[in-house]
């Protein structure tokens, strides 16, 4: 079970949460910290803003830290680590949550625990859900639903029905009742072998412009209907396993090239081993028949 409940934690948690960055930046003043990081924002040429922001870190600005940490987290994980920790050792308790993040995505469930319960310890409420699911904790669930930690919701009723908690199709009634969580409700369909139900409250999404429904409806359709599937996801930019969906119907219609693309799309938009590993079938098959994948 402990296993099964890692797997389920990186592939389903992981793309749904984001690091603090620099949307973060707090400034009660224009100072040259925040203006730097403005032009590095700005800047297709980056590193010389990196290096003037680690100028200001050697001479003790400890604000400049935890943006550090964020900057080398995209292209060195090993810096980043270490600005994290210097900025947690000035109390700035966001790196403790992308801290948590990092050792997350790696697999390391009991660093990333540390690093969670010191962030929602010290005020960040984003660390709730994480928690919950590396502790499997229904209160810390509720917690996060009740301040509407993206996700929270969505994860608490996974969880209610994993642990065949009666309270699962209380909640179920709730959300048909008073919300329009398209994905939910027709998960719930689904699990009661009600898959027409399951279409017509995902099409009633897909009118609504939800993008979840959207792709799990493309989903549903990608073998029967790949047309149609295609038609859906098309215009989705936001929500990487539209890619994943899109290469599994270029690779049925043995249009390779396509599928390879696609695949290859979905790969660099994920996160974590599990998430990747959705698409290697595909891509090895791909690899071993064609030869595409020489230019890769």
């Known amino acids: 079970m402990k296993k099964t409940k890692v797997i389920l934690i990186s592939i389903l948690t992981v793309s749904a949460l984001n690091a603090f960055d620099f949307n973060n930046f707090v400034s009660e003043k224009k100072d040259k910290l925040s203006s730097l990081i403005s032009q590095y924002e700005a800047a297709i040429d980056k590193s010389p803003y990196v290096k003037k922001i680690e100028e200001l870190a050697k001479k003790g600005n400890e604000k400049s830290y935890f943006y550090l940490g964020a900057i080398y987290e995209k292209v060195d994980k090993n810096k980043a680590i270490k600005y994290y920790k210097k900025a947690l050792e000035v109390k700035d308790?966001?790196?403790?949550?992308?801290?948590?993040?990092?050792?997350?995505?790696?697999?390391?469930?009991?660093?990333?625990?540390?690093?969670?319960?010191?962030?929602?310890?010290?005020?960040?409420?984003?660390?709730?859900?994480?928690?919950?699911?590396?502790?499997?904790?229904?209160?810390l669930y509720k917690e996060a639903v009740d301040?509407?930690?993206?996700?929270?919701?969505?994860?608490?009723?996974?969880?209610?029905?994993?642990?065949?908690?009666?309270?699962?199709n209380k909640i179920i009634k709730n959300i048909k009742k008073e919300s329009k969580d398209y994905v939910l409700i027709a998960e719930d369909f689904i699990n009661k072998n009600k898959l027409n139900k399951a279409i017509e409250?995902?099409?009633?999404?897909?009118?609504?412009?939800?993008?979840?429904?959207?792709?799990?409806?493309?989903?549903?359709?990608?073998?029967e209907n790949p047309k149609e599937a295609l038609k859906l996801v098309e215009n989705i930019k936001e929500n990487p396993y539209s890619d994943f969906i899109k290469g599994k119907i270029f690779f049925q219609e043995?249009?390779?090239?396509?599928?390879?693309?696609s695949l290859r799309k979905y790969q660099n938009s994920v996160s974590t081993d599990q998430e990747k590993k959705l698409a290697d079938k595909y891509i090895k098959s791909i690899c071993e028949n064609t030869n595409y994948c020489l230019d890769f």
């Open 147 to 168: 301040k509407k930690i993206p996700g929270a919701l969505e994860r608490y009723v996974i969880f209610l029905k994993t642990t065949n908690d009666p309270e699962y």
């Open 254 to 261: 043995k249009d390779y090239k396509k599928a390879l693309d």
């Open 93 to 139: 308790y966001r790196a403790a949550y992308n801290l948590g993040l990092l050792y997350l995505k790696n697999g390391n469930i009991m660093e990333a625990k540390t690093y969670f319960e010191l962030a929602y310890n010290n005020g960040i409420q984003e660390a709730i859900l994480p928690l919950a699911e590396i502790k499997g904790d229904k209160k």
């Open 201 to 223: 409250v995902l099409k009633e999404g897909v009118k609504n412009l939800d993008e979840k429904a959207t792709v799990m409806l493309a989903d549903i359709y990608s073998k």
